[in-house]
Structure formats: structure tokens, C-alpha cells
């Protein structure tokens, strides 16, 4: 019995590591101790943060995506867990503290409705008889009906739909048996249902929640020639209008032996995931739009510099930023100060000028920032240098740029 | 600070209450505190400098407190103890400069410039005490003991298990439970009710990996701790390895008490 559920959860985590987003963050207190900032409590030796137990309910699949390791062509092993293991499992590992909560997601078994069924199971066994106020994440399956979306989105915290393709066109070549409509649909139930909560909660503090930490997904980045300009539109899109918490980008790792459809890489796009991500953080942080970051013409990111240096190559005319007197918006857009930085600069520049020694202090990355910031302290002629010299000496200077963005 | 002024190491019990009692006397009597020692610390009492003892006194250290409240605000009152829990070597010695200067202040207005070097440092100390608290709501583990007790051992860089108790009693309600810090050694208990300081006698578990003897701890333990070591190594990807990212945010000194990072378990 106990060899069982070890071999089982083997298979399904091993099955499961691919799907990058398992924040756990963005539930104010929905039913036990989830706090608003996420809780890390482990590191795998890829470097990601183990917060929540991220499994697969099954790996069994009547799907034949060519991206993915579980499709029903792969010869794999395969398991399925019962409804009252996995909640088990996951009030055995939450009560040592291994685990902030659940990330359940599952290959479609029988129908989508027959899966999200099972998913729906484990969750209220969870939630109703072990009582569990602990974080839950769970995958809609793309298809189900919707009053089992809606079933879902009462017991879970987080609701997530994958994209996985960026156009519909390069989807349906890639995952035959699906379409953006099915992907978009659940998405937009999600987001009108959490609407109504919130409305509804405002009147009636008792009123049930609806997905308190909102929903999220994710897309892979390389498996198919859309260029970044192409995915950051997408992604700005989805924040508005589908209101996501989270986009998450995902090299794409050749899993499946070599298949006609996609590309043969040797590794994973690295480099540019983690650029996406920069990009990512520049519009939900630096109040950028998709548009000031790539455009029709340079429709991809810069693999040598990061969004917001190579945007202020692109814009000499906004800089030098005088950080004694410019406004928030325009600091943000200095390369190397980051949020903390300039909102320690705006609440204290009133106390005295902002000098070189107490930039370093609130580890502004002057390497950079020197050439976009005046300031009394550095020569002039940093600031006046044109565009192309800078970046040659950023690049000249910083190998140390490349390593430390292969970090992510 | 003021020149001629006599140097003086102070030696107190290592509490908040001893260290500001500590305070109160050097400013009381104008000297110049060269260190605070902790008594309890095992630390070497220097031979050449002059030693003066402050034994924790209520009344004069609620004094300090409510002169910094006064001056700058509870919630600053709040930050500097939170920096006296530091486990930084200088620490003590920030916070007493930083003192000086706040009661030379009237208008507290000194410690609203965070750019000022004396108030950055304190507050980074405090940021980096905050920032440890938060970490350890993920690094501690709790193992089952056979008559349905949790236990965990820490030994964290500062001295925080006591600010651990909102998030754990929070989380799992009326259950009782035990945090341990190895290296400071006193812990706390929640009984599913109230929390008490503890002092353990008997130590019957392992200070080198946190484990306890296989007859103390519940039968089913051994089996999750495993499954949790499995589900560790199944879900990194073999492709993408980044030790480096995984060093920086969970230290090596972290690991002797996580069971996932426990060597021999490895697959």
C-alpha cells in the first residue's frame, strides 16, 4: 500500500514539474493561514520554489499534444491516484509543513467532465472533511462544463486554464484536438464569476468567494515561431482584460522524441524565457505598455540586454533623470533602479540630495544607472554619451550580464 | 559621539529589558559603551577594558521604550526591537548610536531620513530579522512524535522562534506543537491553547540533522518524510539545473534540519 502511493506519486510529480506556475501567493485569508505573500518552502536544484505539492491526478491522456510528455502516443508510465490518497497525501505533507497546499492538474482521462470530476473530488474532500485551509491551485480541464468550473472556482483558490500555444492557428497544428475557444471560454467564466463574488461580497461580507486569488496560465515560449512581440501582446491582454494574476512563460523543453512539428532544440530558450519574464515584471511593475517595450518593427527582445535597458537606448531623450526632482513614472524607467529603490528615493529626497553613496546603500545597480541619472557627484559626460557607446561598454563590462540572467 | 568620554563595556542577561537597562545607565552616567555583552552568550570578557554589569532593571528600560515611542512612534519603538533580535555581531552597538542620536533629537525627525547611514543600518538589520521570519514560516519541519506531538528543530542566524507563534497557531488550530532553536537553545510550545517559553533537559533528539529516536516518533513518519524526499528530486528538471539560484534562496546552513536536503536520501 505504502509502496504504492510512493511509486504513484513518482510518476505524477515527475509528470507534473513541466508546468511552471505554482506561486502561492494572492489569497487574502481565504480559509486557514494563506497569506498574501507567497511562501517558499523548499528549492529544487533547478532553482524554482517548491510551495505547493504540484501533482497530477493522472498522466493517462486521450489527448495527443505534441508539446507535452503525457500525450497518449508517449510510451510512459502511467498512474492514477484515488480522490481520498491524494487529499491524504496533501494534509499529511501540509501538517509537517512541507507544503503551503495543493497544485492539481491531471491528463484528461475518459472526458474532460469524467477528469474535472476527480479534480473536483480531491478538493472537497479536502476542503469539507479534513477541513483543509491550506492553498489550492487547480487546472480547469479545457471542455468541462461549466458548472463544474463554477464548482471548482467555489473550493480553490486559484483557477488556471493553460494557453500553452500563443495563436490559435499554431495551437490547432500542435494540439489538434483543441482550440483557443475551448482554452477562452472557462477564462472568461472565471473572470465574470470572481466579478460577481466581489460585488456580491461587498453587500454580504458572508457571500462566498469565487477564486480569491484569481487565475493565471502560461505559455510556451520557443515550440512555435511567434515572435515576443506577438506573446507580450498577448500577455498585456490577458491582464486586462482576463484580469490574470500571472502569465507564465516556458522554454520549451524537447520532451517527446523528435516530432515534424517542432523545432529540434538542443536545450531549453533560457535566455529569452527569462527576458519575457523582465518583460513580464516592466508592465505589471514599471507601469510600461507591451507597445513601448517591442513594437512591429523590433518585434523581439534583445537576448544581450534586458527590456529596460535596451527601451532606454531606444529613448535618449528621456534621460538624464534628475532623481531630486523627477516623478515616480520616470525613475522607474532609469535601467538598474528597481521599485524598493525609487520608493525609497521619493520618500526621502525631501531629507537632503540624493547622492552616489546612498544609491549604493539601496543597491541601485550604478553600472548601469550611471548613465541615465545627473547627479552632482558624477561627470557630466556619463550621461551625454550616445547610445551606442553605452551599450558597448555595458556589453564590454558585462559578461557578468549574460551568466546572471542564465540565473532564472 | 563625544569626545573624552570614558569607555565602558556593559554586560547584561541578554534581554531586551537588560540590554535598554544597559542604555539607560550609559546615558545616565555620560560614558562611552565600547560593547554590550551578553552575558548569556558565552562571549570572552575582554581583560583591559572597564566592565560595568546591568542587571535588567523594568522600570528603567521601559523608559528607554517609551522615550523612543514618544520621539519617533510605536511602530518604530516596534522596528528597533525587532533589530535587537539580530544575530549581527555590531548590532547592539547600531542600535545605541542610533539611540544617541534620536534623544539629541526632539522632533524624532533624525530617524525619518532612512538614507542617513546610523538610521540604514538599524533598519536593515530589522529588515533582515523581518525577512528570516518569513522565511522559516517554509523551513520548518515538523515530525510526529508517538504520543501525537509535533516537533521541530531550527537553529536560524537570528533569534526569532517566539515571532513564529502567530503564523503556526493560525495554521494548525488547536493542535500542539513544539519549535525548538538549537543554537540558542529555548523553544516554544503551544499546547492548542496558550504558548510557553520551554527549556529542554533530556535533548533526545539529533542536533546534526533534527531527527528523533525511531521509538519517540509516530509509526507513519519515516514513510511521509520519504515520500517528501521522493517528491523533492521528482519534480526539479534534470535539464535546467541552477544550483546557484536554489544556494541564494535556501542557504547551505538551512539544510541540516530539512529533511529533502538530507544526504543518503538522494536518488
Known amino acids: ?408 | 559621539m563625544k569626545p573624552n568620554r570614558e569607555k565602558v563595556a556593559y554586560v547584561f542577561d541578554g534581554s531586551l529589558e537588560g540590554f535598554y537597562t544597559a542604555v539607560f545607565m550609559a546615558f545616565r552616567d555620560k560614558t562611552e559603551p565600547s560593547r554590550f555583552l551578553a552575558a548569556n552568550a558565552g562571549q570572552q570578557i575582554p581583560l583591559l577594558e572597564q566592565l560595568r554589569h546591568a542587571p535588567a532593571d523594568p522600570a528603567l528600560a521601559a523608559r528607554v521604550d517609551l522615550g523612543v515611542a514618544k520621539r519617533s512612534g510605536a511602530k518604530n519603538a516596534c522596528m528597533l526591537k525587532l533589530a535587537f533580535r539580530s544575530g549581527q555581531e555590531d548590532v547592539l552597538l547600531l542600535i545605541w548610536r542610533y539611540l544617541c542620536r534620536l534623544f539629541d533629537c526632539p522632533d524624532g525627525s533624525f530617524c525619518r531620513n532612512m538614507l542617513d547611514p546610523d538610521v540604514w543600518d538599524v533598519l536593515q538589520a530589522a529588515r533582515r530579522v523581518k525577512r528570516e521570519v518569513h522565511r522559516f514560516h517554509g523551513f520548518v519541519r515538523f515530525r510526529k512524535t508517538a504520543d501525537g506531538f509535533w516537533f521541530a528543530l531550527i537553529d536560524p542566524d537570528n533569534d526569532i522562534v517566539d515571532l513564529l507563534i502567530p503564523h503556526f497557531r493560525g495554521r494548525y488550530a488547536a493542535r500542539p506543537w513544539v519549535i525548538y532553536d538549537a543554537r540558542r537553545n529555548r523553544g516554544i510550545w503551544y499546547d492548542g491553547k496558550k504558548s510557553h517559553d520551554v527549556v529542554l533537559e533530556n535533548k533526545a533528539f539529533s542536533l546534526s540533522d533534527g531527527t528523533l529516536p525511531p521509538a519517540a516518533v509516530a509509526d507513519d513518519e519515516e514513510h511521509y518524510c520519504r515520500l517528501w524526499q521522493h517528491y523533492y528530486h521528482s519534480v526539479s528538471i534534470a535539464q535546467r539545473p541552477n544550483q546557484r539560484q536554489m544556494k541564494a534562496a535556501m542557504p547551505r546552513r538551512y539544510w541540516k534540519y530539512l529533511p529533502e536536503k538530507q544526504s543518503g536520501h538522494r536518488q
Open chain 1, 1 to 408: 500500500m505504502k509502496e504504492k502511493v510512493l511509486q504513484k506519486l513518482r510518476v505524477l510529480a515527475d509528470a507534473a514539474k513541466y508546468d511552471v506556475s505554482c506561486s502561492s501567493s494572492g489569497s487574502s485569508g481565504g480559509g486557514g493561514s494563506t497569506r498574501s505573500a507567497g511562501i517558499c518552502h523548499s528549492f529544487t536544484e533547478d532553482g524554482r520554489c517548491i510551495s505547493l505539492l504540484k501533482i497530477l491526478f493522472t498522466n493517462h491522456c486521450i489527448y495527443d499534444c505534441t508539446y507535452c510528455v503525457n500525450r497518449r502516443s508517449n510510451d510512459r508510465p502511467r498512474a492514477a491516484f484515488t480522490a481520498k490518497e491524494l487529499a491524504g497525501l496533501t494534509g499529511e505533507f501540509y501538517r509537517r509543513n512541507y507544503i503551503e497546499g495543493l497544485f492539481l492538474s491531471s491528463g484528461v482521462m475518459v472526458s474532460p467532465d469524467h477528469t474535472m470530476e476527480r479534480l473536483n473530488e480531491v478538493v472537497r474532500i479536502l476542503r469539507q472533511q479534513y477541513r483543509f485551509g491550506g492553498y489550492i491551485h487547480m487546472k480547469t480541464i479545457p471542455g468541462a462544463d461549466p458548472l463544474l468550473v463554477q464548482e471548482a472556482g467555489l473550493l480553490a483558490d486559484r483557477l488556471s486554464v493553460n494557453i500553452e500555444i500563443p495563436t490559435e492557428q499554431q495551437l490547432i497544428r500542435l494540439a489538434p484536438e483543441k482550440n483557443f475557444s475551448s482554452v477562452f471560454r472557462p477564462m472568461d467564466q472565471i473572470n465574470r464569476e470572481a466579478g460577481i463574488s466581489r460585488q456580491e461580497r461587498k453587500k454580504h461580507p458572508k457571500a462566498p468567494r469565487f477564486a480569491p486569488a484569481g487565475q493565471s496560465t502560461q505559455l510556451i515560449v520557443g515550440a512555435t515561431p511567434e515572435t515576443d512581440f506577438t506573446i507580450l501582446k498577448l500577455a498585456s491582454g490577458l491582464y486586462r482584460q482576463q484580469q490574470l494574476k500571472r502569465v507564465y512563460y516556458s522554454g520549451f523543453m524537447p520532451v517527446n522524441s523528435h516530432d515534424a512539428r517542432l523545432p529540434a532544440l538542443q536545450k531549453p530558450p533560457l535566455v529569452r524565457e527569462n527576458r519575457l519574464y523582465q518583460a513580464d515584471w516592466l508592465m505589471r511593475f514599471y507601469h510600461f505598455r507591451f507597445d513601448e517595450i517591442l513594437d512591429e518593427k523590433n518585434s523581439q527582445l534583445d537576448l544581450q540586454l534586458d527590456p529596460k535597458l535596451a527601451h532606454a537606448l531606444r529613448n535618449p531623450q528621456l534621460f538624464p533623470v534628475d532623481l531630486d526632482k523627477a516623478p515616480y513614472e520616470l525613475i522607474l524607467r532609469v535601467p538598474g533602479i528597481g521599485v524598493r529603490s525609487a520608493r525609497i528615493i521619493m520618500a526621502n529626497r525631501r531629507h537632503g540630495h540624493i547622492g552616489l553613496s546612498q544609491l549604493k546603500r539601496m543597491g541601485v545597480a550604478l553600472n548601469r544607472a550611471r548613465y541615465f541619472i545627473c547627479c552632482r557627484e558624477l561627470p557630466a559626460a556619463a550621461a551625454s554619451l550616445y547610445p551606442e557607446q553605452i551599450k558597448q561598454r555595458l556589453l564590454k563590462k558585462g559578461e557578468g550580464q549574460c551568466r546572471q540572467l542564465a540565473l532564472f
